[in-house]
């Protein structure tokens, strides 16, 4: 039986209130007690960690401003275009709420891929935070299916032939593909059965699932702590503590960082808002001008595109060609030789190395290159999934690597940011070089770097002498 916490007959009415609820739903001040007034994180966090709490923003306006497009959104492919210009044009507010909804997507990805970045800068996936960025990831993956899934609602130009395109990769995969993609498709062609099926996995499906893994996430993070830019654990074995057992290197997360969370809210809701009244389309990146036209099957668009958040891995799956096939088979060569020469294995684990290498330089050659296209989009994605095992750096932060592991980061960032401009534009947009279009080379060459960058880690990220790593963290206050 509960006992109940007695107050001072002289106390406010504010206490009072707050101790009634307190003896009548102890686990809710528990829980807050536990994530936000006792727990301790780094006292040295800076900018780069508002990003998460953004992302937990946008999530609830993505939520709200859901629930009211639903109010008003017909999920049939005769009446979705045009309940679309209803909640702009009739329902009151509607402008509002579509455009917080549509900026709210690529706001999503903009704080997302900012969050990631700052996990790879300062070590955040290394032990023992795999778990936290595992769900991170998984987050991303449900991200993205999530914000597919909604771009074909407004069953725009746009929608219906950037879904056509996606939907048909999947009939690339061997035996199962034409019956993967009907299923996906729920018909022989995009139509009114696949909005349904969006529609179904867009608003309940999927957000259930982003919910979980947010509060999955939340809750490893919070069971071993925040790491922080020096990458020190403020709460190890060894780390100094308080007479009360806190960290002398941590501070309550409430009310020292939900204020510095709140200055980050104010600053990326004036940034928010002036998109959407000034600039929602973004210059067709949020919104592509096609998508104002109503879906039409017999009137393909002259270039067909996905939003900007997926370009990237949408040029790496239009890079793979049967020449890029022949490239990867290279690399798979040369892996698997330095495997075998220089790897210090047992003679069965080389021979392994070299019966894999064969098998899969056969699968490569027999099957089509547009496979291997999705195989490496999906790839790009889930290889981050092994991210905490590939680096096998000493230090954690990039603040105590060696120097030139930043240029490293920068020309990954480079890369990945190229590949993203590439993916908008049309196929020929670089012109051609010695016959052969230089923008397809360039993902192409962008495309082996991004995964040679996780691939080549274990490697590379050991060589250099590191910084010394201080005992305590550094910081000034300010």
Same mark, same amino acid.
């Given at each position: ?331 798979? @060569? &040369? +892996? #698997?030789?330095?495997? =075998? ?7 069965? /684990?080389? *021979? %392994?190395? $070299? @019966? &894999? +290498? #064969?098998?899969?330089? =056969? ?7 547009? /496979?291997? *296209? %999705?195989? $490496?989009?999906?790839? #790009? ?98």
């Amino acid at each position: 039986m509960a006992v109940f916490k007695e107050i001072s007959p002289n106390a406010s009415a504010g206490a009072k209130l707050t101790n009634w609820f307190e003896n009548r739903f102890p686990t809710a001040f528990d829980a807050y007690r536990v994530h936000m007034s006792e727990y301790y994180a780094p006292k040295n966090f800076n900018f780069w960690y508002i990003f998460g709490s953004l992302a937990l923003l946008v999530l609830v306006i993505q939520i709200v401003t859901g629930i009211f497009l639903v109010m008003h959104y017909k999920p049939d492919a005769a009446l979705a275009f045009g309940s679309v210009e209803y909640i702009m044009r009739d329902v009151p507010w509607g402008w509002l709420i579509r455009y917080m909804h549509s900026t709210g997507a690529s706001a999503f990805f903009i704080v997302v891929y900012l969050h990631m970045f700052r996990g790879l800068l300062y070590g955040s996936y290394r032990k023992p935070r795999e778990l936290v960025w595992i769900f991170g990831c998984a987050i991303f993956l449900a991200l993205m299916a999530e914000a597919f899934m909604g771009y074909l609602l407004p069953w725009g130009q746009m929608s219906y032939w950037g879904a056509q395109v996606i939907v048909n990769l999947f009939s690339a995969i061997p035996f199962v593909g034409p019956d993967l993609a009907l299923l996906i498709r729920g018909d022989y062609v995009v139509g009114d059965a696949t909005l349904n099926r969006f529609f179904s996995f867009h608003v309940i499906a999927v957000p259930l699932v982003l919910l979980g893994l947010v509060v999955a996430h939340l809750l490893a993070l919070h069971d071993v702590g925040s790491n922080n830019p020096d990458g020190i654990e403020i709460k190890g074995p060894n780390a100094p503590r308080d007479e009360k057992g806190h960290p002398l290197d941590g501070i309550p997360f409430h009310p020292y960082y939900t204020v510095h969370d709140i200055l980050g809210v104010c600053l990326f809701l004036m940034a928010f808002s002036a998109v959407i009244f000034f600039a929602p389309e973004a210059g067709g990146y949020f919104l592509e001008y096609n998508n104002f036209i109503p879906a039409n099957p017999f009137q393909t668009p002259a270039h067909i595109a996905p939003v900007w958040y997926f370009t990237p891995f949408y040029s790496m799956l239009r890079a793979v060609t049967t020449e890029m096939v022949y490239a990867l088979i290279a690399c798979i @060569v &040369a +892996a #698997a030789g330095f495997g =075998v020469i220089k790897g210090k294995l047992p003679s069965i /684990f080389k *021979g %392994v190395i $070299v @019966v &894999a +290498a #064969a098998v899969a330089i =056969v699968l490569m050659l027999n099957i089509d290159a547009k /496979f291997w *296209g %999705v195989v $490496v989009m999906g790839g #790009a994605v889930v290889i981050l999934f092994f991210l905490p095992w590939l680096d096998q750096s000493p230090v954690k932060s990039i603040r105590y690597r060696p120097s030139w592991h930043k240029y490293m980061f920068g020309v990954f960032v480079f890369m990945f940011m190229v590949l993203g401009y590439l993916g908008i534009q049309p196929p020929g947009a670089w012109g051609a070089w010695a016959g052969q279009d230089l923008a397809q080379r360039v993902s192409q060459v962008f495309t082996l770097g991004y995964f040679g960058f996780f691939l080549l880690m274990p490697w590379w990220s050991r060589l250099g002498e590191p910084k010394p790593v201080p005992d305590r963290v550094n910081f000034a206050a300010h």
